[in-house]
Every structure is written in structure tokens, then in C-alpha cells.
């Protein structure tokens, strides 16, 4: 009986064990990794592209008035652009990463947003480090966009600069296929 009881909390512990599983995304979704290219990537890091179908993006503030991207079902295409460079062996905040969201309205076959009107497409920068005072979701209003859709996928070029604070990225020109 009391090896019942020794056992009883080896059998809990097993339950309570984290799943590990793949995940799978949704058929709605396309990701391709980017290492190294000379189109907007920097060299020392890594750059992905993912492309949320039937989507739309919308900008949200927290209790203390932070931005944050929530990405929702929609009618719109997003996409997210992340650059990411790995922090040194040993160290919990090293990384580094900047992420661009941005909406590709339906039907659109070529569009082209300036400064002020890449609202339009919620265009927003994050900027996610161990720096006080910089990490964060900023929107850009000082750039330009133009996308093209095709019937091999969607080219978009982006330049901007964001006032805020400092950037790694400020250009980024990519050919994805859908």
C-alpha cells in the first residue's frame, strides 16, 4: 500500500508533461527562410517571409497605450517580414529582431503607398531587443511601398526610416510566390 502512494505522484508528474508535437500552419499561410540575400537581408543575421492569406492586420494598443500587431481573419493578404540576429552562446536577451507587418488589400494588383498614406496598408515596424527604451511596435509614416501582384506572386519593395529609434533594416525588396 504505501508503494501505491509513492507512486501515485510519479504517474501526476507524467501527466502534467508538456505535449511536443509539430505544429502544422494552416493551408492559408506561406513561410520561406531567407539566409543571407542581398535584397534587403543584413549578413549577420537571418531574414523570414511569411504571407498570411485571407487575413487583415490590425493595430491594437495595450493597457499602457503600446502598439501590437493582432493578425485576424479577413479578406486580405499580410505579410510579415522578420529579420532576426542570434545573440552570443550563453546569454537569455541577446537575440535581435526587427519584424514589418504590412496588408496587401484583396484584388490588388499593383499599389504604391508614401509616408503618411502607408496607414493605409497599417504598415509597422517592431523592434524586439534587451534596449530600454526602444523595443516596440512603431507605425512608419515616413517611407515608401509598392507592391505588384502577378499570377507567379506578390514583389514588394519597401524603403523607410523610422524617427523613433534606431533601425537595422530600411530596405527590403522581395519576390514571393504564392
Known amino acids: 500500500m504505501k508503494v ?3 507512486i501515485i505522484p510519479l504517474f501526476l508528474f507524467q501527466a502534467c508533461k508538456t505535449q511536443t508535437s509539430n505544429i502544422t500552419s494552416s493551408e492559408n499561410t506561406t513561410m520561406q527562410q531567407m539566409e543571407n540575400k542581398p535584397n534587403g537581408c543584413p549578413e549577420e543575421g537571418n531574414c ?3 504571407i498570411h492569406k485571407n487575413k487583415t492586420l490590425k493595430l491594437q494598443k495595450d493597457d499602457i497605450g503600446a502598439l501590437y500587431p493582432q493578425i485576424l481573419d479577413g479578406v486580405n ?13 550563453g ?9 514589418i507587418y504590412f496588408e496587401v488589400p484583396a484584388g490588388t494588383e499593383n499599389l504604391s503607398k508614401e509616408n503618411a498614406a502607408l ?13 530600454r527604451g526602444e523595443a ?19 514583389i514588394f519593395d519597401l524603403t523607410f526610416k523610422i524617427e523613433k529609434t534606431s533601425q ?3 530596405h527590403i525588396s522581395e519576390m514571393v510566390k504564392l
Open 168 to 170: 537595422v533594416l530600411n
Open 91 to 99: 546569454t537569455a536577451d541577446g537575440n535581435y529582431s526587427e519584424t
Open 77 to 89: 493578404t499580410v505579410v510579415e517580414y522578420t529579420y532576426l540576429k542570434e545573440g552570443p552562446e
Open 48 to 50: 523570414s517571409l511569411v
Open 119 to 131: 496607414s493605409d496598408v497599417n504598415l509597422l515596424y517592431g523592434k524586439q531587443c534587451f534596449c
Open 4 to 6: 501505491f502512494y509513492f
Open 136 to 154: 516596440g511596435y512603431y507605425p512608419v509614416t515616413n517611407g515608401k511601398l509598392l507592391i505588384e501582384k502577378s499570377g507567379q506572386g506578390i
